[in-house]
């Protein structure tokens, strides 16, 4: 009995009318946790009901405390028939569980019914008195703090890193088929949230109990997944990384306090299993083969990746170049045993939760600084499943193994790579009927024992990482061995050192590290494509798509790669590739953020070569291509900044790539390949990216190329949490979703009509963006998420969703002057470049508003050509109100307090004393949210706020919700119930960590976002899926300004308030 | 393996076979894509964590147009250029601002609700921005509806305004019912008309007035339409239901009354009558008419004018002040005035100035007339009086 949850009933207030004879409603509430209930007194004939009721005290085990919700639901009292609820309220007291997030839950919560939307709102207090718990045994993991965010949480300090925690628990879905359910309304997917509500308890109370067994007490970049798998069931599942959690109290460095020589330097074979080939129940497949024979070129050396399928007939792939390899050096060897080492040991202990150190993943994207010792590349896998009935719950063995799988692939591929770790590891399905694609991915990488454990690492190899590893260029230095590398690369000395080699590319899914030199700004990189498949049914589907998984891949791929080389940058960071699978399509769409890495090389050009060299006109048009490529490549390297130091050859020394030799990017399915050609490639020592141009769709492709617009001016985006390049951000904030379906008309549609209608739908979804944020120019779209799915047939459905913020243009300018400057070593600093600076910010401050003009043309228009003038009307225009305005709810508020009846002399004081409190008013406008009724709680999807400080994280945020409706039409269509839905789904996110005391949420994600519609019958259907870390944060300025603003605000309130009652 | 997989499969069919006929006719206004690409807009919505409001849109709304009016105005704004949008993105943006308008609405109905709601994230000065636009109202129409009776006959008669001011239909039934809605809110109210408005739809000092003076001459009916009449603007209808409010209604004299504010005072009404003694009597008016005279004889441009009209423009304030018990001529105080005492000095060619001094002289000078008791009457009557003729006295 380790637990007393206690739970106040306070108040109601804009309660609907349920009854519609006295227009008012007879409201009681009804608390629920486990199988107790409690109910409250009704409170009659009121939509403001104050009920404020005793505490109702559950006595209950610690692990119901971290499984169940406490349910609160809202309920109009009817004396003859049954009561009709009008909402329920769903409340995680998980963050009351840790001693060191909220102590309370108290505040307004929206009440919210699947059919209706939010209710009215309702406001409970809740605690809970846990009491110790000696049992060594138990079921619970209290205590153990979750973080959605992906690096170590700002106020903490990673003592130890243990690595890679994951469950999954499955279940019935009551409501697999919403269309013969949606009959009976809300309870289905009542019992709907319900259950995922529960089911999420328990997965991260299970997580908690493996964190506790690897002497962890924190789960860091925790993902939990939802896949409705229709009729065979639903499953819940979640990774994370477990870690040993420091408070700081002061913001001290990140070391380890003690790091006493290691005991054993016995070498622990990295994976049990001597050739990972084995674990293929076959042969590897001529697929595979292929897959690398159409791919000699650098396209593919990034990414080791495979397709796979659990399907008898088509036998499993793997990693085809596997080996081990030799070790480049004896330093690597040394360092990457004492890892390896690290890695396996703390599994050592024979209990059942040793096979987890099988899998040395990190969910993080971002590190402590020395975390990170080298990076390999980009490692994924995939494989396509049947969906079958799960038939006990208890036993999700098949899910697991599915999985246990994926994470063996993706193990040995980073093992190819010479890395022993994978970081930046995310996994995710995509269903479509029966048929689901397993995908994982992650960054193959070295990293430093240190964090993993401590006090193992001999004090000389500390010595030797200390001076072997320049921090700043490191990471890029490649893992694997030179003379026996994995893949055909093409490898240089290090731009930055100049003692270890680079690889000429990089593709990464994490973020950039902070101390990595980067020339310029990055930018979002995104590959779209599309192909169609037949449709089928189960095994000849499930095989139909196995077999276009690798070609999808490798599109995918070499589209990333000439997008990167177009835009004149050299590496990508937070790569994330989202394979969508269709009734009758399959999507591919990745999204990174490239830039130039000082370290790595300067990419070479794009050249076209055209097929028949005789025709003249082709070769001009040819040409003309390849004018437009070198042009826009120019233009990019302007726009984002690029401009990389010019190195002599000497400096650099070794290989140099001859600017005219050539590799050819050969296409999938281009037949023709010369052999001679080809054996040139595997040496892979040529700087310019050919282009074939054979048949048409070739062409196709070139021209997409160049149809990506860039954004207009003042405008960046990213996917990684910050833009690289820019570091002086404001504190405007936007957070924001934007969805869109598109149907597509044509029945017979090609691969090539929907490549293009895919690529337009994400294009004009940027273009929307940024049109709609145009008043927050100069901007950084960051952490730019894209989802596709494919609902239906037709239908293709993007949910976007991503943080812009300002930043301070003029700052922006003077650093990345004097950073180019720095750079170039320009040492010339005559009058051209001082008069320079000016002129900029003259044109700045002009730029800078876009909108007063555009108003006044608007204005013009509308009174000159728009309208006919006789059809003007001139209206009562407030003038100067702009100004104004956000003192008149104060000054409102204030009266409200200190109103007098009915005296004449009332009003002719306030116009009197109008004039004064303006000023007043205006003085004060610096915070004009302090007044609201409702506290701003802000939302990102980023670790971070900027301009601020988070000083408490407050607990997990995990909220799942159902809306439906059968008036579709009388809501505003597909587009008005959605949009109404996220609004509520975004304040309910708001009202709960307002109530656990917050002020934000940071790492803000939406992981589900499934849309169903069925306009025929006036219905429709959403299931949403967020989450995120509830904080507190002060913002940076008010540290300082709150102390000397507090009095003279005090005296100006006053000030008013007696001119107001005179 | 295969069974539950192609069950569910075909029974999906149907409904999306009758999608595809059907779909045209639901999304008419979709049109608007590049021809070739076979692709229609389903679903497109934008959702910020804070709200975007966009002023011009809100504005176009608010006015009425419709997202195909708005988008082309906004085109013609020439905001394509500026951005370097496509008509496309104009169209969905505009789509998403009208969306988020038209759910706001419901809660613009009530202000304070706005303030409290947790659906919409909007700071406090765009939330003022949104309510005192939405308040705000066209002169031109509330010109029209300016003394009526706001009921659902008049609501008929929108049309007709509408037609006539060029102000969309739209537009006047939101301006109509925020007439409406604010005189439903405050009539039978106790305390201060202007501040139980500013109160319950959190308005400016300023709108609040305007808004008081909507409800004080719906309340009282006063003619505001007739031909005459046309010259004067809302301003100064609205200038002397204040100075009205301050001075003739019950709220006057006492304070806790209920429609304090709205109603006239029924008893100073009353008693205005006792007033007819200034015209009535042949010996005070002729004093009456030496006093001002004596002090006005050469400080006045129009003085002969001014003595040849006295007698005129006495009987005329006087017979408003006595008539003032019937409702009929209340409602009609504002012709009266006009017709009594604006028209005859204006066809005079009186100065602005020299009507300031007649009109100072004219009230004063009843404190020297001895046989009158009627004093504070009297200026509780003319100080109100003065203030509005002053202006209404222009051209």
């Known amino acids: 009995m380790p637990g007393k949850l206690k739970v106040k009933i306070v108040a109601g207030r804009h309660l609907p009318v349920m009854d519609r004879a006295s227009d008012l409603t007879d409201a009681f509430v009804e608390v629920k946790f486990g199988n107790t209930t409690f109910k409250t007194d009704v409170y009659l004939k009121s939509l403001n009901p104050q009920w404020n009721s005793e505490w109702f005290k559950f006595e209950v085990d610690d692990e119901d405390l971290q499984d169940e919700p406490l349910q609160i639901t809202v309920l109009d009292h009817d004396t003859y028939s049954a009561n009709d609820a009008i909402g329920k309220v769903y409340i995680d007291i998980d963050p009351l569980l840790y001693s060191e997030a909220a102590t309370v839950i108290s505040g307004w919560f929206p009440i919210y019914d699947t059919i209706h939307g939010i209710r009215g709102e309702i406001n409970v207090v809740v605690k809970v008195d846990l009491f110790n718990d000696l049992n060594r045994f138990r079921q619970s993991s209290c205590g153990v703090k979750f973080f959605c965010t992906t690096s170590i949480p700002k106020c903490y300090r990673a003592v130890i890193i243990h690595g890679f925690v994951e469950e999954l628990v499955v279940n019935e879905d009551p409501e697999y088929q919403w269309i013969d359910r949606i009959r009976t309304p809300r309870a289905s997917n009542e019992a709907r949230q319900r259950l995922i509500s529960l089911m999420s308890g328990e997965l991260q109370r299970k997580i908690g109990l493996k964190v506790l067994e690897m002497r962890g007490n924190a789960v860091v970049g925790y993902l939990q997944c939802f896949d409705l798998e229709g009729e065979s069931g639903l499953v819940v599942r979640a990774i994370g990384t477990a870690c040993t959690l420091d408070k700081l109290s002061s913001p001290a460095a990140f070391l380890p306090a003690c790091n006493s020589p290691s005991k054993e330097m016995k070498e622990i074979p990295f994976n049990e299993d001597p050739n990972p080939n084995t674990h293929s129940s076959g042969p590897s497949t001529p697929l595979k083969n292929q897959t690398y024979s159409f791919s000699p070129s650098k396209s593919y050396s990034r990414q080791s990746s495979s397709s796979d399928t659990d399907l008898s007939l088509t036998p499993k792939t793997g990693m085809g170049s596997g080996s081990a390899g030799k070790e480049g050096g004896p330093f690597k060897a040394l360092l990457r045993q004492q890892t390896q080492s690290a890695l396996e040991q703390r599994g050592g202990s024979p209990h059942r939760f040793c096979r987890r150190r099988e899998f040395p993943f990190f969910t993080l994207t971002a590190f402590p600084p020395g975390f990170l010792v080298h990076v390999g590349g980009v490692v994924s896998a995939r494989s396509v499943k049947l969906l079958d009935r799960i038939h006990n719950p208890d036993e999700p063995e098949t899910r697991d193994a599915w999985w246990a799988e994926i994470r063996q692939e993706i193990k040995s591929h980073a093992k190819a790579l010479g890395c022993h770790a994978v970081v930046g590891y995310s996994e995710s399905t995509s269903i479509c009927e029966e048929v689901c694609i397993l995908s994982a991915s992650g960054t193959a990488a070295v990293l430093n024992p240190r964090f993993l454990q401590d006090g193992t690492v001999e004090g000389c190899l500390e010595q030797r990482l200390e001076e072997n590893l320049p921090t700043r260029c490191g990471f890029c230095h490649i893992p694997y061995d030179e003379l026996n590398m994995p893949f055909p690369a093409h490898l240089t000395y290090c731009y930055n050192c100049r003692k270890q080699k680079v690889p000429d590319v990089l593709f990464t899914t994490i973020d950039l590290p902070t101390d990595a030199t980067v020339i310029g700004k990055g930018c979002l990189i995104q590959a779209r494509l599309c192909r169609l498949k037949k449709k089928a049914q189960a095994e000849a589907n499930a095989t139909a798509i196995s077999n276009l998984l690798p070609f999808m891949e490798y599109e995918v791929h070499t589209q990333l790669m000439n997008k990167l080389k177009l835009k004149g940058m050299n590496a990508l960071f937070g790569l994330r590739i989202q394979i969508t699978v269709g009734e009758n399509m399959l999507m591919g769409l990745a999204s990174a953020t490239g830039v130039y890495l000082a370290a790595l090389p300067t990419p070479g050009g794009i050249q076209i070569a055209g097929k028949t060299p005789n025709d003249g006109s082709y070769e001009q048009h040819i040409s003309h291509m390849q004018k437009k490529i070198n042009d826009t490549i120019a233009k990019n390297?302007?726009?984002?900044?690029?401009?990389?130091?010019?190195?002599?050859?000497?400096?650099?020394?070794?290989?140099?790539?001859?600017?005219?030799?050539?590799?050819?990017?050969?296409?999938?399915?281009?037949?023709?390949?010369?052999?001679?050609?080809?054996?040139?490639?595997?040496?892979?020592?040529?700087?310019?990216?050919?282009?074939?141009?054979?048949?048409?769709?070739?062409?196709?492709?070139?021209?997409?190329?160049?149809?990506?617009?860039?954004?207009?001016?003042?405008?960046?985006?990213?996917?990684?949490?910050?833009?690289?390049?820019?570091?002086n951000w404001t504190s405007e904030i936007q957070m924001f979703t934007s969805v869109r379906v598109i149907r597509l008309s044509s029945l017979n549609l090609t691969n090539q009509a929907l490549n293009k209608n895919f690529n337009d739908l994400c294009e004009n979804l940027l273009k929307s963006l940024y049109f709609k944020l145009r008043s927050m120019i100069p901007c950084c779209l960051c952490h730019v998420n894209f989802t596709v799915s494919l609902p239906e047939d037709e239908l293709i459905q993007v949910t976007v969703t991503a943080v812009a913020i300002t930043f301070d243009k003029n700052q922006a300018l003077q650093t990345t002057k004097t950073h180019v400057e720095k750079s170039l070593q320009r040492a010339s600093t005559d009058n051209e470049e001082l008069l320079q600076f000016p002129l900029e910010l003259c044109s700045d401050s002009l730029s800078s508003h876009p909108l007063p003009p555009a108003k006044e043309h608007l204005e013009s228009a509308s009174s000159n050509s728009g309208i006919p003038a006789a059809q003007r009307a001139t209206s009562v225009d407030y003038s100067s109100f702009a100004d104004r305005c956000s003192s008149w709810i104060e000054l409102i508020k204030l009266k409200a307090q200190t109103i007098r009846r009915g005296s004449i002399k009332t009003t002719v004081t306030v116009e009197k004393?109008?004039?004064?409190?303006?000023?007043?008013?205006?003085?004060?406008?610096?915070?004009?949210?302090?007044?609201?009724?409702?506290?701003?709680?802000?939302?990102?999807?980023?670790?971070?706020?900027?301009?601020?400080?988070?000083?408490?994280?407050?607990?997990?945020?995990?909220?799942?919700?159902?809306?439906?409706?059968?008036?579709?039409?009388?809501?505003?269509?597909?587009?008005?119930?959605?949009?109404?839905?996220?609004?509520?789904?975004?304040?309910?996110?708001?009202?709960?960590?307002?109530?656990?005391?917050?002020?934000?949420?940071?790492?803000?994600?939406?992981?589900?976002?499934?849309?169903?519609?069925?306009?025929?019958?006036?219905?429709?259907?959403?299931?949403?899926?967020?989450?995120?870390?509830?904080?507190?944060?002060?913002?940076?300025?008010?540290?300082?300004?709150?102390?000397?603003?507090?009095?003279?605000?005090?005296?100006?309130?006053?000030?008013?308030?007696?001119?107001?009652?005179? | 393996m295969l069974g539950p997989g192609a069950r569910s499969g075909i029974s999906a069919l149907p409904e999306v076979a009758w999608r595809r006929h059907a779909r045209p006719q639901q999304c008419p206004a979709r049109g608007a894509r590049a021809p070739g690409v076979a692709m229609t807009s389903e679903l497109d919505i934008f959702v910020g964590n804070t709200t975007l409001i966009d002023e011009d849109v809100y504005r176009l709304w608010l006015d009425g147009y419709s997202v195909t009016d708005a988008v082309a105005l906004r085109v013609r704004s020439g905001i394509l250029e500026q951005t370097g949008a496509t008509a496309a993105v104009l169209q969905s943006d505009t789509m998403d601002h009208y969306r988020t308008f038209h759910m706001l609405e419901r809660l613009l109905h009530a202000p304070p609700k706005l303030l409290h709601q947790l659906i919409f994230q909007i700071p406090p000065s765009r939330q003022a921005l949104l309510i005192e636009r939405y308040y705000a109202f066209d002169e031109a129409f509330v010109r029209e509806v300016l003394g009526k009776k706001l009921s659902k006959g008049t609501k008929k008669d929108l049309d007709d305004i509408s037609t006539k001011t060029g102000i969309t239909l739209k537009s006047c039934r939101r301006q109509f019912d925020n007439f409406k809605r604010v005189f439903k809110v405050v009539e039978e109210m106790r305390g201060s008309l202007v501040d139980n408005i500013q109160q319950h739809f959190l308005l400016s000092d300023r709108l609040a007035r305007d808004y008081a003076a909507i409800v004080f001459f719906a309340n009282n009916r006063f003619e505001t339409g007739k031909k005459k009449l046309q010259y004067l603007s809302f301003g100064d209808f609205?200038?002397?239901?204040?100075?009205?409010?301050?001075?003739?209604?019950?709220?006057?004299?006492?304070?806790?009354?209920?429609?304090?504010?709205?109603?006239?005072?029924?008893?100073?009404?009353?008693?205005l009558k006792e007033l007819k003694v200034l015209v009535a009597d042949k010996d005070l008016l002729d004093l009456h008419k030496s006093l001002v005279c004596t002090a006005l004889r050469g400080k006045l441009g129009v003085f002969s004018e001014m003595e040849a009209n006295f007698k005129n423009l006495s009987r005329g304030l006087v017979n408003v002040a006595a008539k003032l018990t019937h409702n009929k001529d209340v409602r009609d105080l504002f012709v009266d005035l006009v017709e009594k005492f604006v028209e005859p000095c204006r066809s005079d060619h009186w100065p602005l100035s020299d009507v300031r001094f007649f009109l100072n002289q004219y009230s004063a000078s009843v404190h020297s007339l001895d046989g009158f008791r009627h004093q504070t009457l009297w200026d509780r009557y003319m100080g109100t009086l003065h203030g509005c003729l002053l202006r209404l006295y222009h051209d």
């Open chain 1, 913 to 1062: 004393a109008s004039p004064v409190g303006d000023g007043n008013f205006r003085n004060r406008s610096a915070p004009p949210c302090a007044n609201s009724t409702v506290g701003v709680v802000k939302m990102t999807p980023l670790s971070f706020i900027p301009g601020a400080k988070i000083t408490k994280y407050l607990g997990i945020i995990n909220m799942f919700f159902i809306r439906e409706t059968t008036s579709l039409r009388e809501e505003g269509g597909v587009s008005g119930f959605l949009h109404a839905f996220i609004a509520e789904v975004f304040a309910m996110v708001r009202a709960h960590v307002a109530a656990l005391g917050g002020n934000a949420v940071v790492s803000y994600i939406m992981k589900q976002c499934v849309f169903m519609e069925n306009p025929n019958k006036n219905q429709a259907q959403c299931l949403i899926n967020v989450s995120g870390d509830a904080v507190v944060f002060v913002r940076e300025s008010d540290l300082e300004v709150v102390s000397t603003q507090q009095p003279t605000a005090n005296c100006q309130s006053s000030c008013t308030e007696g001119e107001v009652t005179t």
């Open chain 1, 637 to 727: 390297k302007e726009l984002y900044e690029i401009s990389p130091p010019e190195i002599s050859e000497e400096i650099i020394g070794s290989p140099i790539p001859e600017p005219r030799q050539r590799s050819r990017l050969l296409r999938s399915q281009s037949e023709s390949s010369d052999e001679v050609t080809e054996l040139d490639l595997s040496h892979g020592k040529k700087d310019a990216f050919v282009l074939e141009i054979d048949d048409t769709d070739a062409m196709e492709d070139v021209h997409s190329l160049l149809t990506d617009v860039p954004p207009p001016s003042g405008f960046y985006s990213c996917n990684t949490e910050i833009m690289p390049g820019i570091n």
């Open chain 2, 238 to 271: 609205a200038f002397c239901a204040e100075l009205m409010i301050q001075n003739w209604t019950l709220g006057a004299v006492d304070s806790q009354m209920d429609d304090m504010d709205m109603d006239l005072d029924k008893e100073f009404l009353q008693d």
